[in-house]
T-cell receptor, first 113, second 111 residues
């Protein structure tokens, strides 16, 4: 298996633009997590899905952030409009029902200028 | 609120030294504690601990959990420069199926 696949690996955008980050979890995993990592705040859980259903989105910073999981093999995290303070590395991870360890993708480094 | 605290936040040692990294937690429904190593990119899994007092070992790395005192330690013996990384501790909260991470310990091994 190729592991968790995220795209793009790097994204530079201007303030106010819409940004969409993509994730393909490991086949067979039914839990998917979106994390944000910054120097100041470390790894923060934004939202997680179980069987494609959002379970806990309490970590989503504000209404500018939204996430979807239309099927078991694809998820998106959208920021609209983006702001400089959204600059961070965004990780997607998947696991088998939370029972096993979570496997992380390589992350998307987002820079909003 | 579920909380994971790691110490120290930063540690610099010489190659060959032994280090101990600490992780304490406060969670409402503990399921397991996990250690990850993060170099330049994604965190990679090291250990999952669910039972007190049972040491998990992988080469020069080992870890143990104390569920009564709510902490775990990660030991690295005979450190090498390749051990330089951020080490992350996380709690898997029962019923929530999510990982709550600590701030990490940045370990630097000097030759």
């Amino acid at each position: 298996d190729a592991g968790v696949i995220q795209s793009p690996r790097h994204e530079v955008t201007e303030m106010g633009q819409e940004v969409t980050l993509r994730c393909k979890p490991i086949s067979g995993h039914n839990s998917l997590f979106w994390y944000r990592q910054t120097m100041m705040r470390g790894l923060e859980l934004l939202i997680y899905f179980n069987n494609n259903v959002p379970i806990d989105d309490s970590g989503m910073p504000e209404d500018r952030f939204s996430a979807k999981m239309p099927n078991a093999s694809f998820s998106t995290l959208k920021i609209q409009p983006s702001e400089p303070r959204d600059s961070a590395v965004y990780f997607c991870a998947s696991s088998l029902g939370g029972i096993t360890e979570a496997f992380f993708g390589q992350g998307t480094r987002l820079t909003v200028v | 609120e579920d909380k994971v605290v790691q110490s120290p936040l930063s540690l610099v040692v010489h190659e060959g030294d032994t280090v101990t990294l600490n992780c304490s937690y406060e969670v409402t429904n503990f399921r397991s504690l996990l250690w990850y190593k993060q170099e330049k990119k994604a965190p990679t899994f090291l250990f999952m601990l669910t039972s007190s007092g049972i040491e998990k070992k992988s080469g020069r790395l080992s870890s143990i959990l104390d569920k009564k005192e709510l902490f775990s330690i990660l030991n690295i013996t005979a450190t090498q420069t390749g051990d330089s990384a951020v080490y992350l501790c996380a709690n898997n909260v029962q019923g929530a199926q999510k990982l709550v991470f600590g701030q990490g310990t940045r370990l630097t091994i000097n030759p």
